[in-house]
């Protein structure tokens, strides 16, 4: 069993290319760390709960420990940078959304609203019916 799970293992990590397993790695980890991260941990403890599981991969599948310790830490480093900087970007775009919104909202306009009355589909006769 342990044999099928290395197997496993050796397949999904070297079947793709590096740029594949950080695709994946980016695709599952990032949103459970901005969650973590929402939740109020900080930031050197979201990374090292994320890089338990890509550390423990990584060493299963028979990779040298130094190799282990320099790809893990390149992909938690960029873990790392993707949150921080959403975060960021967070911080500053939500408040204008929110701005521009209240003000849509007091102002009563929406995009392509006129005050016209609406047209009728066929035009009256000269009798008017």
């Known amino acids: 069993m342990w044999l099928l799970l290395k197997g496993l293992a050796v397949r ?3 079947g793709r290319s ?3 397993l950080m695709g994946v790695l980016l695709l599952v980890l990032l ?3 901005g969650a973590l991260k929402l939740v109020g941990l900080p930031l050197l403890l979201v990374l090292g709960t994320l890089g338990a599981p890509v550390f ?3 060493g299963m599948i028979g990779l040298p420990v130094l190799f282990v310790l320099g790809l893990g830490a390149i992909l938690m480093l960029m873990v790392g940078l993707l949150v921080t900087a959403g975060i960021v ?3 500053i775009v939500l408040p204008i ?3 521009v919104w209240f003000v849509r909202w007091i102002t009563g306009r929406t995009h392509g609203a006129t005050d016209d009355p609406p047209l009728p589909d066929e035009p009256l006769g000269p009798i008017g019916g």
Request: no cysteine.
């Open 97 to 99: 959304v929110l701005l």
């Open 12 to 14: 999904f990590a070297v």
């Open 89 to 91: 970007a967070i911080k």
């Open 31 to 33: 949103p459970a760390a």
């Open 18 to 20: 590096v740029g594949g």
């Open 56 to 58: 423990a991969l990584l």
